[in-house]
């Protein structure tokens, strides 16, 4: 586990622009349950998550079209709910950072970590605006 002041910073990147902390494994049941789109967010201490995944799911955000519920988790801090959203993620094997897009409680798009590392942040939005596109 990190501490709390450690990760802070990192969690209000995506609380500040309206997505919704999950910490309990039913809050994420529940969320993913909701019928339309979710985006979960699976945040990360790592420079990766810092420098593409949290600012390419940001930019995303600039699409007409878009998730209807904006979620993270946070990997090594909230572990209960980290390893739910896993659950839901699967047959992908566990990330961080990552980014699931879920429809009607469906995943029908993933963003691994391999696929957000050494990436820029605007190909990553451009990733998730072309599955909202499709999705939302």
Known sequence: MY?????????????QVGFEELHTAEAVDAIIAKKGTTLIVVNS??????A???PGAIMSL??????????????????EATDKAR??????????????????????HMLERHHIEGRPAELIAEN???AYNEHC
């Open 62 to 79: 600039q699409n007409a079209k878009r998730p209807e519920n904006l979620t993270t988790v946070f990997a090594g801090v909230d572990k």
């Open 52 to 54: 593409n995944a949290r």
């Open 87 to 108: 659950e839901h993620m699967i047959p992908f094997p566990p990330s961080s950072p990552c980014v699931a897009l879920f429809k009607d409680g469906e995943l029908v």
């Open 3 to 15: 501490p709390a002041e450690l990760v802070k910073p990192m969690r209000e990147h995506l609380t």
């Open 45 to 50: 201490v790592c420079g990766c998550a810092a």
């Open 128 to 130: 998730l605006i072309d």
